[in-house]
Nanobody, 127 residues
Framework: QVQLVESGGGLVQAGDSLRLSCAAS????????MGWFRQAPGKEREFVAS????????YYADSVKGRFTISRDNAKNTVYLQMNSLKPEDTAVYYC????????????????????WGQGTQVTVSS
């Protein structure tokens, strides 16, 4: 059973940075498009960023564009989310997710498209 394990969350102040990691327990990782999502209390889970299997294509929600960067290291079966200039409204549980994509070229933004999810990591940004 493939698993995704997030790490790197924590409590920071506004303007600080954090880097989230998501490690996949799978020998073949490059055939998975990866995404980061977040869910704040009382709100629906929302898309944050996604990256194609080959790492060549990325996409971001408008709310994080220019502040967050998604990347991946297929040799380490790990995807990252570098979060800079954090704001209190970024406070949420952050989840990574995987979707099979044989081509390795596409990213996906829809929550329901992803087949596998991690357990989430809490990010809290104080003002």
């Amino acid at each position: 059973q493939v698993q995704l394990v997030e790490s790197g969350g924590g409590l920071v102040q506004a303007g600080d940075s954090l880097r989230l990691s998501c490690a996949a327990s799978r020998r073949t990782f490059s055939d998975r498009s990866m995404g980061w999502f977040r869910q704040a209390p009382g709100k629906e889970r929302e898309f944050v960023a996604s990256i194609s299997g080959n790492g060549g294509n990325t996409y971001y929600a408008d709310s994080v564009k220019g502040r967050f960067t998604i990347s991946r290291d297929n040799a380490k079966n790990t995807v990252y989310l570098q979060m800079n200039s954090l704001k209190p409204e970024d406070t949420a549980v952050y989840y990574c997710a995987a979707k099979f994509d044989y081509s390795g070229n596409y990213y996906y933004t829809g929550v329901r498209l992803y087949e596998l999810w991690g357990q989430g990591t809490q990010v809290t940004v104080s003002s």
